[in-house]
């Protein structure tokens, strides 16, 4: 992590005034690092590829990163305010929607364009300089909720958290499968850092639900071994799963059921792992793409002002990219079908 800082700060030292400043406001330590480390990469990956290619109507970009340190909305509006003091007006992230959200008031009112590749709760919504990259992930989850009843089950745990995103989610799978004609005989919302899960276990295995759903990202593989360890061997299912995840989990989520919208093009993939010898996480693609999104609005606008580059952005319909096919919904939002895989050892495989 501190190799990838003080190479994100080098660039950003060595850069001209005649270059276009871009600032990442991402999470590179804490509960959801990897997918921010990923997300910064991604972006340098793409800015790398503009500026090898000559840049934007002559000029470079310059790229400066800076952590959120966790999900501290405190820390994002200090670093979002510094930025601001060194004439950073385009500026990509952050990770989590707590911080998203503490920030939208500030990039509203100095015009400072904020597009994050992650974060959830539709902080966009506030203003015309707000863009979310991430999918309208309670309008997927409703739907994984009526999903999820027509498997067959008919009585459903949802154990997610106090964050606002996991919370979000927990509440949108319980309409959708409600609306089906399903019972939720459990809802839990521990606090975001539980660690222990006993407690949440022992209520689940109570009330003997037909499944059980996790919205808790960075908590699931502890709740799921728990929940094995009082021998439940009710189906899981999951709205998120990190690739740290499925590293970590050992065996305690094989064969839970995954609702994603993270399909990268395979082009972008081997470009990451040539790149970074790593296999991209969430938020890599998305944050790649910002990065061409904000490059094709400076090239057609022919100016990188935040003024004029929203006016762009807020006018597309639709983009295909390496996150795959965003209709957006002109409120700064895009919307994209998800599909469902299954925990397979380490992989998230395509169900049979």
Request: charge should be negative.
């Amino acid at each position: 992590m501190k190799r990838l800082t003080i190479l994100l700060f080098m660039l950003a030292a060595c850069s001209s005034p005649d270059d276009i400043n871009i600032g990442g406001i991402f999470m590179l330590t804490g509960p959801a690092a990897t997918h921010g480390k990923d997300s910064a990469q991604a972006a340098e990956l793409a800015i790398n590829e503009i500026n090898q290619a000559g840049g934007i109507n002559g000029r470079l970009l310059a790229w400066e990163v800076d952590d959120t340190k966790s999900a501290d909305a405190k820390t994002s509006v200090t670093v979002l305010t510094r930025f601001i003091n060194k004439d950073i007006n385009v500026v990509i992230g952050p990770t989590w929607s707590n911080t998203a959200k503490a920030m939208a008031p500030i990039a509203c009112s100095e015009h400072i364009i904020l597009m994050s590749p992650t974060a959830g709760v539709a902080f966009n919504e506030e203003c015309e300089y707000l863009f979310a990259l991430r999918p309208h992930d309670e309008v997927l989850n409703e739907k994984f909720g009526r999903h999820i009843y027509q498997q067959g089950h008919k009585t459903l745990a949802i154990v997610g958290s106090t964050q606002a995103w996991e919370e979000e989610q927990a509440r949108a799978v319980k309409k959708g499968f409600e609306g089906a004609g399903g019972t939720v005989v459990s809802f839990q919302l521990p606090q975001l850092m539980e660690q222990d899960y006993r407690t949440e276990a022992t209520k689940v295995k109570a009330v003997n639900p037909d499944a059980i759903v996790f919205t808790n990202s960075a908590g699931q593989q502890t709740l799921a071994r728990r929940l094995k360890e009082l021998g439940v061997t009710t189906p899981f299912y999951s709205v998120l799963v990190y690739h740290e995840t499925l590293e970590t989990h050992n065996g305690f989520m094989e064969g839970t059921i995954v609702n994603t919208d993270f399909t990268p093009s395979t082009v972008f993939v081997a470009k990451f792992e040539q790149a970074y010898n790593r296999t991209p996480d969430i938020g890599a693609d998305t944050s790649y793409d910002a990065i061409m999104l904000l490059a094709g609005a400076m090239r057609t606008t022919g100016s990188v002002e935040p003024e004029d580059l929203q006016v762009h952005l807020n006018a597309l319909q639709e983009y295909t990219g390496e996150s795959g096919y965003l209709v957006f919904d002109g409120k700064g939002g895009v919307s994209k079908e998800a599909t469902q895989k299954k925990i397979q050892g380490k992989e998230l495989v395509a169900l049979s």
